[in-house]
């Protein structure tokens, strides 16, 4: 049957469908007043169609009561969902890309696909600007796990609260020297311990921490909760990620905080047997140890986090990114920049494909047209053309709540 592509006021494009069979979704759209629904059924349909060619219903007796298929459509990639959702061991998704490309929509509706196919799962953001609890439509703030309803395994879910995993590194930073310590150092004329200092930059360390701390810290709170037996029944855990350049700086962050660290330590045990002055510095007896102590805990930490991002059995980086130049160019750049890195990268998500219709309007010819050039420029990208391309269709209705994901992660996760 094909479909005609008429204006409606929320996008340039749409479907019209006839609105029967429109209770079997209607949960999928819990936020929208009832009267809205035969509209954004159509709408959330119209994301099944994914070619000019004509297009045919098939009747479905699933929750999705039709589905909408292309007639001879171009091989479509696929995720290769099985291979990501086989074995019982614990496997980590780290998803990021661009700022706004749909890291979250992508990482909440991969969570709620592992735990419908009977994974614990958890879900965390270490975006320092979480959208998790809006995707979730629930509230998933306050630094604990949080369970998700609505799924067929456990699946939890946690936003970390980056000012405090910072407040936490800024205390254990400063108990252990900083800018005061220079200067006062260099008034007593330690000056080899002085460069060392310096070195370190441990003074901007703590006015400015570089961006990607808040993550590295994130991260390595995460594997301290994992490190609990109480967290140990997880299979799959998903990091929604923070945009682009602070991945790239949190990869190299956790070598720079494991040199700087380990050098504090050394610097700490020169200091042990140094002057009263210096003591009442870094506190008497039990306060340096607990601080020392502290410090050598998020080494350690730092240094799995390190191990983690470049574990090719245990982990996979999943490049989020939407079809225009822009964005597959910082792709690209991603791309190669995690494989300087040896951090294992096998999918691409182009999210918010223009779905084709048989006619189109001006705007979406334009689009489309657009968005065919990007999806040409990542087949002929030599850091990306070789990963397993995952496309998933913009749709014009908000996804939020767990039923919207599970549709989203039904088309993506394939
Ligand atoms: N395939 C899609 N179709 C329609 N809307 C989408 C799609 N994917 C994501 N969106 C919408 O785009 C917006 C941004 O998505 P999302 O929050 O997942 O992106 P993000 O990359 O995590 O953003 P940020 O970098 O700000 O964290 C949201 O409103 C989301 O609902």
Known sequence: MAIPCVPSISSPCAAKFPATNSMAVVGL???LPKTHIPTALCKFNLAFSFSCRPLTITRKPLRNSFQVRSVAAPAEAVAGFDDMVSGVQRKYYMLGGKGGVGKT???ASLAVKFANNGHPTLVVSTD??????DSFAQDLTGGTLVPVEGLDSPLFALELNPEKAREEFRNVSQTNGGAGVKDL??????????EQLGELKLGELLDTPPPGLDEAIAISKVMQFLESPEYSMFTRIIFDTAPTGHTLRLLSLPDFLDASIGKILKLKQKLASAT?????????????????????RLRERMVKVRELFRDTDSTEFVIVTIPTVM????????????????????????????????????????????????????????ELSNLTLIQAPLVDV???????LKFLGDIVWK
């Open 29 to 31: 759209l819990p936020h």
């Open 128 to 133: 320092p600007a979480h959208s998790l609890s």
């Open 327 to 382: 964005a597959v160019s910082e792709s690209s750049r991603l791309r190669a920049s995690l494989k300087k890195e040896n951090v294992p990268v096998k999918r691409l998500v182009v999210n918010q494909v223009l779905p084709p219709s048989a006619s189109d309007c001006k705007f979406c010819a334009m689009k489309r047209k657009d968005q065919m050039r990007a999806l040409d420029m990542i087949q002929n990208d030599a």
């Open 276 to 296: 009263s002055a210096i003591k009442s510095v870094f506190g008497q007896g039990e306060t340096r140890q607990d601080a020392a102590d502290k410090l050598e």
């Open 105 to 107: 929509s992508c990482a």
């Open 398 to 404: 908000e996804i939020r709540g767990v039923p919207a």
């Open 185 to 194: 150092m260099d008034g007593m004329g330690l000056g080899m311990l002085v």
